[in-house]
């Protein structure tokens, strides 16, 4: 089904994965996509929007109710009551920087920045995650001072370290992805003018723009049939093949095992988008496995968001200005 949405499951491959190294020796040094979805540019609200929020409390049947323009301050009592014990986890394109027309020019306003190295100074854990690569996310945050998710979670900067970490599975299958382009970079293939993305942990065919799209098609057909024989997964976009490692690589999968080890009793995720929707799950689960006693699923609304960021959600903020609502809240008094 989500393979169907306009928000690429392209970003989103599914599996197992396995836990990080606990050092930062090794430095897995990845192309990745950029990060999901390449939205265009907001239109400008016609009136000044003020930021607003919601709460969504427990009711008696177990559901969640939403109860509308009520201060988050509520929500996030778990986590300011004891912040030496909670986590703050945040996606950044659309929840912590303005989403923007192109992708590489989107930036953390210094505002957000100087209030999230504040949040970091309080709180036990505080990390970004982002389908972009983790030094590139940490290049638009702008501190050091906390962890990083890249790659939709399957790359881990901590705090601290110089270089990010790739998943040892997912480095494993990257090598032989990079093997699988090399050796599909034919001359056959060139003369097809099919054009080749070297994207890291995942390869790209492209045949939009050939001269013969049909001949192209065919003859990455026949990649397909390859990758798949192989073990490796296939997935289709618009006029695109991409071939990827059969692992689960999410950001549920990512802050499963970010977090694993770590003793809190609070967990904050908040985030804008699809891939986000996967976090919320996580978070969900550890928290029925009772590995952590309060989870805050942030929804950050936003007129091009799924509905479900909204629906899932314990808190809804209005875009990254209710964010940065949020953040001061978690550090006021
Ligand atoms: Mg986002």
Known sequence: ???MTKIAASEVPVALRSSYPSHSTSSGTI????????????RPAAVPVTASSSVRLPSTNGHTRAVMSALPTEALAPLRANPGRAAVLLDIDG????????AAEARVPDGTRNLLIEVARRYAVVACVSGRRASEARAMVGTGTISYLGFH???????????????PEVEEWAQRIREFGREADTADLRRCRVRLEDKGAIVAFHWRGAPDEDAARAAID??????????LRTHWG??????????????GAGIASFLAGADLDAVLYAGDDFTDLDAFRALGELQ?????????????SSEEGPPAIVDQADIVVDGTEGVLQMLSALVAG
């Open 238 to 251: 618009r006029k695109v093949l991409e071939v990827r490692p059969p692992v689960r690589i999410d950001k």
């Open 153 to 167: 979670g399957a790359e881990l900067l901590r705090a601290g370290w110089t270089e990010a970490v790739l998943d």
């Open 288 to 300: 029925a496995e009772r590995a952590i006693v309060h989870v805050v699923r942030v929804g950050v």
């Open 1 to 3: 089904m989500i393979e």
């Open 31 to 42: 192309n990745v996509p950029p990060p999901t979805p390449n939205r265009p540019l907001n």
């Open 222 to 231: 026949v990649l397909a049939q390859r990758a798949q024989a192989t073990g």
């Open 95 to 102: 929840t912590l920087a303005p989403i923007v027309e192109h």
